[in-house]
């Protein structure tokens, strides 16, 4: 790779989390919630659900739903010029030059 400049910046790039998928576990979810889960599937369909960090649950379709029951995989994004790559420690954004 050729570096034609390095830039360190002072202030961390616009970076957002977001919610990639929520995985749930169907085989306590359903015998648990039974005819609810087709709501509550479809609430998260929809993006009509709100994750609670601080008590551990998923209110969704009328229910709170124990953190045990499912999986939220979050992905974050970078809108600006270039191409973000991440490390544990460090966000780097590329920028290809023609």
Not at 23 to 28: K, P, V
Request: aromatic share 6%.
């Amino acid at each position: 790779m050729h570096v034609a400049d390095l830039e360190v910046l002072d202030e961390q790039p616009e970076i957002t989390t977001e919610v990639a998928s929520i995985d749930l576990d169907y085989s306590t979810l359903g015998p648990k919630y039974g005819s609810k889960v087709g709501d509550i599937d479809a609430g998260i369909e929809s993006g009509e659900y709100e994750i609670d960090d601080d008590a551990g649950v998923l209110r969704v379709a009328g229910e709170e739903l124990e953190d045990d029951l499912f999986d939220v995989s979050l992905e974050r994004t970078y809108s600006g010029d270039g191409e973000m790559l991440e490390t544990e420690s460090a966000v780097i954004i590329v920028n290809h030059d023609e």
